[in-house]
């Protein structure tokens, strides 16, 4: 079974840039299209951003289209989401998951294996 482990956040001025990863261990981390979810306090946990198992494919979330991109390297068996243009209203703990097969789910609840998640704070 895969387990996911975030690294990479911080705090951060506002308009600048984090780089936030997710290294899978433990299983076929290419037969996983892989998530990126954050939960601010007070607030549900939302989607953010999504990458079909390939690479191939990939799926934002409005609020950070055009600002955020997410990679993989299955070589390295690793995930990525480069933040940039960040703003106060991006502080979350963000979490990275895994789910099985080729589908991109926006809903959190079609994801199988879920990192432990990584604080990111934005300063104004």
């Known amino acids: 079974q895969v387990q996911l482990v975030e690294s990479g956040g911080g705090l951060v001025q506002a308009g600048g840039s984090l780089r936030l990863s997710c290294a899978a261990s433990?299983?076929?981390?290419?037969?996983?299209?892989m998530g990126w979810f954050r939960q601010a306090p007070g607030k549900e946990r939302e989607f953010v951003a999504v990458?079909?198992?390939?690479?191939?494919?990939?799926d934002y979330a409005d609020s950070v289209k055009g600002r955020f991109t997410i990679s993989r390297d299955n070589a390295k068996n690793t995930v990525y989401l480069q933040m940039n243009s960040l703003k106060p209203e991006d502080t979350a703990v963000y979490y990275c998951?895994?789910?099985?097969?080729?589908?991109?789910?926006?809903?959190?609840?079609?994801?199988?294996?879920w990192g432990q998640g990584t604080q990111v704070t934005v300063s104004s």
């Open positions: 998951a895994a789910r099985s097969g080729y589908v991109m789910p926006r809903d959190d609840g079609h994801y199988d294996l």
């Open positions: 990458i079909r198992r390939s690479g191939g494919s990939t």
């Open positions: 433990g299983g076929t981390f290419s037969s996983y299209a």
